[in-house]
């Protein structure tokens, strides 16, 4: 079980491993763990029950969402009282711009949760570095199966990243990108409320950390159809049904806010925002409304 939208690797691997993915509707709060906990239990009605519940806490890939503590408490109950595995996948979690810092879901109930950490967003993604940590039993099996597929992860790469780590060089660095990506998250926001039409329905999140936010059309319009017109000015973002596991999307998309320069930004959400504002189920959602 995954939230809907989730990341699109994971479904992927998961896809790859013939998963059958069930999908929760999140909310600002982070995945809605009523409809969860509803979605368990229909299963374990018909004497089915999830491998495991796949949850991305912590300014969520694609969304930006991070799970408040309540949601959290409740996802941990849940997993308890239906005896289920959490996978907790927490690349963003070191990148949090402003707010205090969730505890960790591996950190609530290290028996029941495999955390999955990486480099990749903290130091450098080319490394394919990373880290777990959870139940030892589970550890072990993980371990035999990445010696399957790849032996051992580069020793050369793992060398100069203890040496780094070893110097106490990760912290400066850490703090050195939040501070570059804040600007860079602040200057995005800005130019979404400057140029965006006022269209009923289209908002975007305003996430405390990470790399992406989620903007959301209004009903009536197509962000794989209108992806083209982006194209053809020179803006691109990730269609949002990309994120979702069992379909659904239409009318979202992600953007990602670290990468790009101001200028770039400014004017790709210019850009963006002529796009959508001339996009046909931008009018047909203005006369929806009165
Ligand atoms: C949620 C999530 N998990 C895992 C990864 C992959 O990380 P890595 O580069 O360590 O493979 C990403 C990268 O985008 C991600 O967003």
Same mark, same amino acid.
């Given at each position: 079980?995954?939230?809907r939208?989730?990341?699109? =690797?994971?479904i992927?691997?998961?896809?790859s491993y =013939?998963a059958?993915?069930? =999908?929760?509707? $999140?909310d600002?709060?982070?995945? $809605?763990?009523?409809?969860?906990e509803?979605?368990?239990?229909? @299963?374990?009605?018909?004497?089915?029950?999830?491998?495991?519940?796949?949850?991305i806490?912590?300014?969520?890939n694609?969304s930006?969402?991070t799970?408040?503590?309540?949601?959290?408490k409740? @996802?941990?109950?849940?997993?308890? #009282?239906?005896?289920?595995?959490? !996978?907790?996948?927490?690349?963003?979690?070191?990148?949090?711009f402003?707010?205090?810092?969730?505890?960790?879901?591996?950190?609530?109930?290290p028996?029941?949760v495999l955390?999955?950490?990486?480099?990749s967003?903290?130091l450098?993604?080319?490394?394919?570095l990373?880290?777990?940590?959870?139940?030892?039993?589970?550890?072990q099996k993980?371990?035999?199966?990445? $010696?399957?597929v790849?032996?051992?992860?580069?020793?050369?790469?793992?060398?100069?990243?203890?040496e780094?780590?070893h110097?106490?060089?990760?912290?400066?660095?850490?703090?050195v990108?939040?501070?570059?990506?804040?600007?860079?998250?602040?200057f995005?926001?800005?130019? @979404?409320?400057k140029?965006?039409?006022?269209?009923p329905?289209?908002?975007?999140?305003?996430?405390?950390g990470g790399?992406?936010?989620? !903007?959301?059309l209004?009903?009536?319009?197509?962000?794989?159809?209108?992806?083209?017109?982006a194209?053809?000015? $020179? !803006?691109?973002?990730v269609?949002?049904?990309?994120f979702?596991?069992?379909?659904?999307?239409?009318?979202?998309?992600r953007?990602n806010?670290?990468y790009?320069?101001m200028?770039e930004?400014?004017?790709?959400? #210019?850009?963006?925002?002529?796009?959508?504002?001339?996009?046909?189920?931008?009018?047909?959602?203005?006369?929806m409304?009165?």
């Open positions: 079980m995954t939230s939208p989730t990341y699109v =690797g994971a992927q691997a998961f896809n =013939g059958k993915m069930i =999908g929760i509707e $999140q600002e709060e982070g995945t $809605q763990t009523a409809l969860l509803a979605e368990i239990e229909k @299963l374990a009605a018909k004497g089915s029950k999830p491998k495991f519940i796949y949850e806490p912590d300014f969520q694609p930006g969402i799970m408040t503590l309540k949601r959290r409740e @996802l941990l109950r849940i997993a308890e #009282k239906h005896d289920l595995i959490v !996978v907790e996948d927490s690349p963003y979690r070191q990148l949090r402003e707010g205090k810092t969730e505890p960790a879901l591996l950190g609530m109930n028996d029941r955390g999955l950490y990486t480099f967003k903290i450098l993604p080319g490394f394919r990373g880290w777990m940590a959870g139940p030892n039993e589970l550890i993980a371990v035999t199966a990445k $010696q399957s790849d032996l051992c992860s580069p020793p050369f790469n793992q060398s100069i990243l203890y780094f780590l110097r106490g060089l990760l912290e400066k660095q850490i703090s990108i939040i501070k570059a990506y804040r600007r860079k998250r602040d995005m926001l800005s130019m @979404l409320s140029y965006m039409p006022k269209l329905g289209l908002k975007w999140t305003q996430p405390h790399l992406f936010l989620w !903007v959301t209004p009903e009536t319009m197509d962000a794989g159809e209108m992806f083209h017109a194209i053809e000015r $020179q !803006v691109a973002y269609v949002g049904t990309a979702y596991p069992d379909g659904g999307g239409h009318n979202s998309f953007r806010f670290s790009s320069s200028a930004i400014e004017e790709g959400v #210019k850009r963006l925002g002529e796009v959508i504002g001339s996009w046909k189920g931008s009018q047909e959602s203005a006369i409304t009165p």
